[in-house]
């Protein structure tokens, strides 16, 4: 696979007709120049002060992450202002930041949407942050974001299928929220495993349900109205999975319901959320019938 034609859609795809606004209004923030700001790795990403820009600045900066929305993983404060995304991305990364160590590590984020969880990881200080995620919009976001960062995350247009094929394998690698997405989730985790040096871990998150049994549920055409959505297990299949991948190790972390603490509507978000997509009678089921929402986070390592 020629990994370099892939990667070279991240700038032609600036040429789109519905991403070139996103990037002019990237390109109009080379204007802001600013240096040694400070930042804040807590809940609330934040970059400078209000203090630190002039008011034609901030308005420059306004519009520009307006033009970005929908922000679906945050929040962020960016000189003060405020970037309250879809999902409360903090409350899942606090639930896993005991599980990991990354210092001097090279890590990927699989799935990595604008690198919210990327650039709180840079606290950690690993040696190499890699994000994956082919969409133009969450790129467009980071650019925005890390244009202030001034990081050296690395952030490709490429898929999980292209991880195997990259050019240097990793330690540690996340894939929040991504599995579920996968027509075969097996095959995914053993790309992961292809990806990792050896006894390099990995930190998944995907939907599940409860029972005993090594089955899943495979949801007709939609699952809280996501079309895209493949195989829903118990634990119990998880964990198979996992092992027919090749790791090891397998660790249970927790597991949570979504709740509208995590997930609701914003002004910097998508017109529905989580609270249209349960059963206005019922919020233990979906609207199509099936049980709500239930998250595993799991950490294996791999075998060899």
Partial sequence: MNLETLQNKKNECREWKNVQPWYEQIQKLSQIDKSNLDIDYGDWFTVGKKEDLTIEEFDLITDAAKKLIPWRKGPFNIFGLEIDSEWQSNIKYNLIRPHFNLKDKIVADIGCNNGYYMFRMLEDKPKRLVGFDPSPLTLHQFEFVNHFVKSDIVYEMLGVEH????????????????????????GTLKSLARGLNSKGEILIDTFMIDGDEEICLTPNKRYSKIPNIYFIPTISALNNWCERA?????????????????????????????????????????????????RVYVKARKIL
Avoid at 163 to 186: C, Q, T
Avoid at 272 to 289: A, C, M
Wanted: hydrophobic share 35%.
């Fill in 163 to 186: 991880l195997e094929f990259y050019n240097h394998k990793f330690d540690f690698i996340f894939m929040l929220g991504v599995l579920y997405h996968r027509a075969d989730p097996v």
């Fill in 246 to 294: 090749g790791f090891e190790n397998i660790e249970v972390i927790a597991t949570t319901i979504t709740t509208s603490e995590e997930q609701r509507k914003t002004p910097w978000s998508f017109d529905q959320s989580l609270e249209d997509f349960l059963d206005e009678n019922d919020k233990t089921k979906t609207v199509e019938g099936y049980p709500a929402p239930k």
